[in-house]
């Protein structure tokens, strides 16, 4: 507190000189002037001495027959002498000031935490069509009523929390869990059948729920159907007395043989950055974006885009962000691939492909695959052994399931009646 005291008052750091210098320190003692930083010199004294205490010194220095030699001015009121003539310089930074305040009084920023059913873009456009949003007015926004207003629109918004802290309006969100139960609730209204969607045979077959048609060893074709959503129930004499339809649950792996091609050209491209580097600057205020400078003329560039918030701290935001934009020059040089070097890269295609499959519960047990040259391109062809998860299920429509039972709910169908 002293130092900015000192500092608006205005303060000098003098040198000390004379005849009798320490008969001069003894008279400010005496007049209550104080000095401080006190330092010998060879023919003298250095020390700090406020403003207003240093206009009081001369008849002191008369009497001692010592000088004084300013060193250096420090404080507001040397300042304002130095820059007189600079007045413009104050009104800016007056203006700066003013236009901070004045923007604080808005919101430039909204973010949002917690939502994952409704997205951050759907909840933006509601808030935009109610007058809350880009440079919306902080005291125009009522946090509870927003908090009300968003749980009413969007049913599955359980919990909202909504505030205002700098330029930032920060909303934080709860949804309603999607309950498994809801999901098995609507499985168990749809029956359906499982369809093989390859041709092979049958490696193995698990069935939780539904009527399996085929076991291990058969042969199947695509499109056959695996496991029946249907459910059939005998009576006493073995006949059907009524079926019931479910939604089938099982895990069949077919052993199967795929296809396997690729292609690619013998030619390869090579692309290397420059030395050449161009960047470009901009400002964009949300929608509006200023480039003082046009994009360079030249075709094989690279451009990279960094943009920069314009805040002070964490919560402050101001309504433009700065955006840097370099542009690399790059060369390109073409090549031709060596045998060794077109067989790696289809090596590496093809484990890429395999991983792809092995994703989607393919389990590749052998390849045969051969690679030969077509003109220009390098063909890659050949069969995969594999096993293969079947997840392909047909709806089995409500007309199928009313046809051969009556009102009643006894079969009526020909193969659930003897003669």
Known sequence: MFQFIKFFQGYLYVYLSGYSPERFLNLCGRKNIVLWDLRREQDGYRFYISRRAFALIGPLLDRTGTQVHVIRQNGVPYLMKKYKKHASFFIG??????????????????EIEGNSYYSTQTILDYLN????????LKSGINCKELQNMLRKEFSDMTWVSAKTEGTVLYLVIQERMKGNAAETENDAETATSLIAKNSGTIASITVRRGTPLVSAGD???????????????????GEVSARNYVSCDADVLIHTTLSYADEFSEKYETYF????????????????????????????????ENICSAQFGTDFYLPFVIIKTEY?????????YTKEEAEALAQEHLNLYCENLAENGVQILSNSVIIEHSGKNILVQGDLEALVSQDSYEEISQSEMEEGTDPDGIDTADDGHSD
Do not use: H
């Not at 069509?129 to 919306?136: D, K, L, Q, R, V």
């Not at 074709?221 to 959503?229: A, F, P």
């Not at 050449?276 to 949300?286: E, G």
């Not at 690399?328 to 031709?336: A, D, S």
């Open 129 to 136: 069509e109610n007058g809350i949003g880009y440079a919306s």
């Open 273 to 304: 950055l420059t030395e050449k580097k161009k960047i470009r600057y901009a400002v964009c205020f949300d929608a509006w974006r200023a480039v003082p400078f046009t994009e360079p003329e030249e075709e094989n560039y690279i451009k990279m």
């Open 93 to 110: 930074i007056f203006c700066a000031c003013f236009l901070l305040f004045f923007m604080s009084r808005f919101i430039w920023k909204i």
């Open 219 to 237: 042969t199947v074709e695509e499109g056959d159907t695996l496991v029946s959503g249907v459910r059939e129930i005998l009576n006493d004499s």
């Open 328 to 336: 690399l020059e790059y060369e390109i040089q073409t090549g031709t």
